[in-house]
């Protein structure tokens, strides 16, 4: 059984909240370890901020490398058909042929940080097209008047807005851009059971 995707409980916790997520999404409650809640939870909200409070900068990237290869990890040894990569840089884009296009075709989800109004954990759950299925965890009332953003509130287990792949790849600091090329991070995320061969998606690229 499925749960629906949850919004974070504070100002900060958007990275713990998307990498659940993210399992949530792709697992089955049944499947998801106790352990693997856990070490989300602990190893996230590491950052500190200017006047030296811990978790009031949210998670940092190294955190979610470091989950990321534990997750890896964690699915080679048999606890759960879950594989895990950790992205960054000039890797970091979304469009026909990138690595985060190829994932969503697949079948995978991908942990992506972007802007509002400071770095911001997203989840991205599928694609149409050139439009991104994505999950936000900050709850927000209302409807965004940005081009290219659509709030979407009756797909509670899969995503809450549909966006414009060229939202994502603006090197500004705008509303869900990736921002600067060197500052980008993605984590990709397989259910090992569900993963789509390439040769299953090739026309997406034709």
């Not at 534990?70 to 884009?93: A, D």
């Not at 060229?166 to 993605?186: H, I, K, Q, W």
Request: hydrophobic content about 35%; overall charge negative; glycine content about 10%.
């Amino acid at each position: 059984m499925k749960n629906p995707l949850h919004y974070q409980l504070s100002e900060y916790d958007c990275g713990p909240t998307t990498m659940l997520n993210a399992i949530s999404f792709l697992f089955e409650r049944e499947e998801i370890s106790p352990v693997v809640i856990r070490n989300v939870m602990l190893y996230c909200l590491d950052s500190y901020n200017g006047e030296g409070i811990m978790g009031k900068s949210g998670t940092s990237s190294a955190a979610m490398m470091f989950l990321s290869n534990w997750l890896n990890g964690y699915g080679k040894i048999g606890q759960l058909p879950v594989s895990c990569s950790y992205i960054s840089g000039k890797s970091v884009w979304v469009g026909k042929g990138s690595r985060i296009n190829d994932a969503l075709c697949r079948g995978g989800a991908v942990i992506l940080r972007v802007f509002y109004d400071c770095g911001h954990y997203v989840l991205l759950t599928g694609i149409e097209g050139e439009c991104v299925r994505m999950f936000d965890p900050y709850y927000t009332e209302g409807l965004f008047s940005q081009q290219g953003i659509v709030k979407v509130e009756n797909e509670p287990f899969k995503y809450n807005r549909i966006v414009d792949e060229r939202c994502f790849n603006r090197e500004s600091t705008e509303l869900y851009a990736l921002g600067p090329v060197e500052d980008r991070e993605a984590v990709i995320i397989f259910n090992e059971k569900t993963k789509k061969a390439a040769e299953a998606t090739i026309e997406y690229y034709i």
